[in-house]
């Protein structure tokens, strides 16, 4: 028996569910439960201690379910930020390129992912005060245009024009901002999940 979990848990499963989107997440949590229940019987029969078991099996199962927790929470609140921008694109389609180039100036500063969660946060705090600024020199910039081609009337204009933009903004920062932060969290946790998706971002800039 032991020898088909292992080859179920440590082979098939990680070939079939292992790095595929959420279903890693979902190979994690499949190899918590296995280990809650495969680790009493194994301490059991090496030295009879089956309160040893459950106990490894219980923290085991613990972590496992953190992780997937923090997997899929990130994979949520990245879903949310892509809503976000598309929503922003749509309601300032003028400022498009401007994002786009801000966007990729951020990937170029940070094309790895953060190492642990003291680099996701700071990584989530220079993100909201970068974006803040330039969200609001963006707005002084087109209300000073406005008011220099029409004066108060234009400036006011300008702001309306802008404002709808300026609302969806804070969502996208947010959410760009605990996307660090949690993908910190994991990669303290599971380094391994680093690695691909640095393997992951040098392939498509390839």
């Known amino acids: 028996m032991k020898e088909w979990v292992d080859d179920i848990t440590g082979t098939q499963l990680t070939g079939i569910l292992g790095g595929v989107g959420p279903m890693h997440s979902l190979k994690q949590l499949g190899q918590g439960v296995v280990d809650l229940l495969w680790m009493p019987i194994q301490q059991y029969r090496k030295d009879g201690r089956v309160v040893r078991g459950l106990q490894k099996g219980s923290s085991s199962f613990g972590a496992s379910t953190a992780m997937a927790a923090v997997e899929l929470t990130n994979r949520l609140v990245q879903t949310v930020q892509a809503a976000a921008e598309m ?15 801000n966007r990729a100036e951020q990937k170029r500063r940070y094309g790895r992912q953060p190492v642990d969660m003291r680099e996701g946060v700071t990584r989530a705090y ?3 005060a970068q974006g803040v600024s330039d969200t609001a020199t963006a707005i002084g910039r087109v209300a000073q245009h406005e008011h220099e081609q029409r004066g108060i009337t234009g400036a006011v204009t300008g702001l309306l024009k802008v404002a709808p933009g300026a609302a969806v903004q804070p969502i996208i920062l947010a959410t760009e901002a605990m996307s660090n932060v949690l993908g910190g969290v994991r990669n303290q946790f599971v380094p391994d999940a680093r690695r691909e998706q640095e393997d992951k971002y040098r392939s498509e800039q390839t």
């Not at 929503?87 to 180039?101: I, K, L």
């Open 126 to 128: 220079d993100v909201v």
């Open 87 to 101: 929503t922003y694109d749509f309601v300032s389609p003028a400022h498009q390129s401007e994002r786009r180039q």
